[in-house]
């Protein structure tokens, strides 16, 4: 119940707008295309073992599975 009311009560005082961070997600798996349009030193940002930074997500419930 903590929890809805807490929604319930963001909401409310943002107009119904719920202000979320895009999240870069790394994948191991080929290179990256840099359709994202980083900085360049951005894309192995977690460095050449998690993988080039592919995809942004604007969100998610779930954690990113990367073959680990």
């Keep these: 119940m903590m929890k809805e009311n807490t929604i319930i009560k963001y909401f409310e005082e943002n107009k119904g707008i719920l202000n979320m961070v895009p999240v870069f997600v790394p994948r191991r798996f ?8 980083l900085h360049p030193h951005d ?13 942004r997500w ?5 954690a990113a599975m990367n073959g680990e």
């Design 43 to 55: 894309y192995y940002a977690l460095g050449t073992k998690r993988g080039s930074i592919k995809e």
């Design 30 to 37: 080929g290179n990256a295309g840099k359709r994202l349009r």
């Design 58 to 62: 604007f969100s998610s419930v779930i």
